[in-house]
């Protein structure tokens, strides 16, 4: 890093050209642990994020001190009881500690770090209250990447009227993107799709059981869904559809903001 800023000095290499070449940088190896991408959100806008299955306590205190120091943040998905109920106490002084326990997140950040408003609109819907762990999953990623979150939970196809008035609230946001999360028939993303001019990502989910069961009837219904403008994750995808979500919002906040008079 510090050679290509140096160049920049000299006016060897452009601005542009040094971003670029820094956009490159920052993988580091923790011990034999982990490889952590800590140049992730500068060059792409995405954070890294720590997948806690399969990590003990230990391992996961371990990446996130790591990441807190050096990107000033660690997210940690898909964390148990036990990692949220022992990891403070491994944690270093001095940072910040958010357990969002129906999302299975837990965010360590240093004392001055501050998510900066990027100004992206993400809408989501979720048909039923098993699927709001998903939701909320997505939902604390886009928070995380700097957008605003509007929710409407339990609207699901089996009473489409409750579908109606938050759907209306959100296009009067004028969200820039829909995420729409549903198990079992997993009807409700192509409902929204046909009646909605927004970007819809689908999250099917693994409630349902018996034939097509664990989210599997509601991927394929997704991803058989004759509603153009919708887009379909993995069964269970909240971060990728909070992630990706994040992108396509704030992308078009970015022009937004430029098309605003001066």
Known sequence: MREILEKVARVEISVDEAERLLKIFAI???DNLARIDV?????????????????????????AAKMVNEAGR????????????????????GVRLQVHDKARIII??????????????????????????VAEEAKVIAEEMGCQVLTAYDVGVAGIHR???PLKDMIAWDVDVL?????????????????VDIPVIAVPTSSGYGLGGKGLSALMAMLQSCS???????IDGGVPAGAVASIIANRIAKYRKKDQPQ
């Not at 950040?109 to 979720?126: M, P, Q, S, T, W």
């Not at 153009?228 to 993995?234: M, R, S, T």
Request: aromatic share 2%; glycine share 12%; proline share 4%.
């Open 228 to 234: 153009l403008g919708l887009a379909v994750v993995n």
């Open 163 to 165: 579908l109606l008035t």
């Open 28 to 30: 580091e190896e923790i």
């Open 39 to 63: 140049g992730r959100e500068f060059r792409k806008g995405v954070p890294e994020i720590i997948f806690a299955e399969g990590k003990t306590v230990e391992e996961l205190a371990k990446l």
């Open 179 to 195: 995420i729409v999360v549903a198990g079992r028939e997993g009807a409700l993303p192509s409902v929204v799709a046909g009646m």
């Open 74 to 93: 660690a997210i940690i998905s898909r964390a148990s009881k036990e990692h949220m109920e022992r990891l403070a106490d491994l944690i270093p002084e």
């Open 108 to 133: 360590i950040k240093r004392g001055d770090f501050r998510v900066d408003d990027a100004g992206g609109r993400v809408g989501i819907l979720a048909a039923g209250t098993a699927d709001v762990p």
